[in-house]
């Protein structure tokens, strides 16, 4: 085994691959809520994604990846025995891992993965964990299994109601406080309108929401100020601030134009057009 080596690769789904990497570094000081970033080829983009799990004996660790753009499905493109170029981490401020009482996380989408290690550490800490698992269909969704293992209590919700029930996550959460759950505090991770909107629900119902903030990255390190958010009224830096915040008032309307920032040039390094494209800042 190399170092940054692809030791296993699974897809869970038609865009969603699950991949476990030899990085025993990483594997030795990993926490949850922590991101690597990885990189393939001396120019490629640096992309962040969260620790899904890690394995200190062994020296992996294991990230689940959703194509969404050109490199996340160059990345999704690669097979066991391939090697990326970068594997930058443990990187982020770890989730506070306590004992809240009740605790509730939700995931949307790839959010699932995201929110998995978390589900994970407060059960070990001894918290009731109620997981809520949205995704726009029963095909879309991930790891059912494993944090069915990790909860206590547990609801699927999917848009289109091809499995668990038809509706969002909001009216999960609705609904089990209706049924007596007294939930302490919420971890969301997922698309940023669903993590409004369960956070601002959330506070409604005196739950203590924390999110955890997907903004664009570079350098990860607090060096760039790329993925500035604004938490509290005050700039944070979601590499080394976050990812996760309490999220009673995060401005998730300023994150959503951020994160939108790119989309043109996004859809050109997807369509190809960047392979042949030379660029001519300062030709003239
Ligand atoms: C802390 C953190 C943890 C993440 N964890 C995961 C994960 O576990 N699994 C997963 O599939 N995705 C995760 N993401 C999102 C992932 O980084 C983006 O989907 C990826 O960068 C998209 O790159 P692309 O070139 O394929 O797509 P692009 O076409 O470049 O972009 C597609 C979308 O991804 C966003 N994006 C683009 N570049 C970045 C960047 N450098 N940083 C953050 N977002 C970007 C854009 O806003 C856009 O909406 C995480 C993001 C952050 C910030
Ligand atoms: S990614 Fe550069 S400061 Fe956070």
Redesign the pocket.
């Known amino acids: 085994m190399t170092k940054n080596e692809i030791i296993n690769k699974t897809d869970l789904s038609a865009s969603?691959s699950e991949f476990e990497i030899y990085a025993p570094l990483i594997a030795r000081s990993a926490k949850a809520g922590q991101?690597i970033i990885l990189r393939l080829g001396e120019k490629g983009?640096?992309?962040?994604?969260?620790l899904?799990d890690w394995d200190a004996d062994k020296g992996t660790i294991a990230?689940?990846?959703?194509?969404?753009?050109?490199?996340?499905?160059d990345f999704n493109a690669m097979k066991k025995g391939d090697k990326f170029d970068t594997v930058a981490g443990p990187l982020?401020a770890p989730v506070e891992i306590k004992k809240y009482g009740v605790a509730a996380v939700v995931g949307g989408g790839?959010g699932i993965?995201?929110v998995y290690p978390i589900a994970r550490a407060l059960k070990q800490a001894g918290n009731r964990v109620i997981s809520v698992l949205g995704a726009r269909s029963k095909d879309l969704l991930i790891l059912e299994e494993r944090m069915a293992r990790m909860s206590d209590a547990f609801v699927i919700t999917t848009d289109d109601g091809s499995h668990g029930l038809k509706g969002m996550v909001t009216d999960a959460v609705k609904s089990l406080v209706r049924q007596g759950e007294k939930i302490d505090a919420g971890f969301i991770i997922g698309p940023v309108p669903m993590m409004k909107f369960t956070a601002k629900l959330m506070k409604e119902l005196g739950i203590k929401p924390y999110a955890?903030?997907?903004?664009?990255?570079?350098d990860g390190t607090g060096m760039c100020g790329c993925?500035r958010v604004i938490v509290d009224g005050k700039v944070r830096f979601?590499?080394v601030d976050?990812?996760m915040f309490e999220a009673s008032n995060i401005d998730f309307d300023n994150l959503m134009l951020r994160?939108?920032e790119?989309?043109q040039e996004?859809?050109l390094?997807?369509e190809g057009l960047s392979k042949d494209h030379k660029c001519k800042i300062g030709l003239h």
């Not at 689940?64 to 499905?73: D, F, L, M």
């Open positions: 969603i991101f983009e640096r992309v962040p994604v969260t899904v990230v689940i990846i959703q194509a969404v753009g050109k490199s996340t499905a982020g790839v993965a995201e955890s903030l997907n903004p664009i990255m570079l993925c979601a590499c976050g990812p994160t939108g790119y989309k996004e859809k390094a997807l």
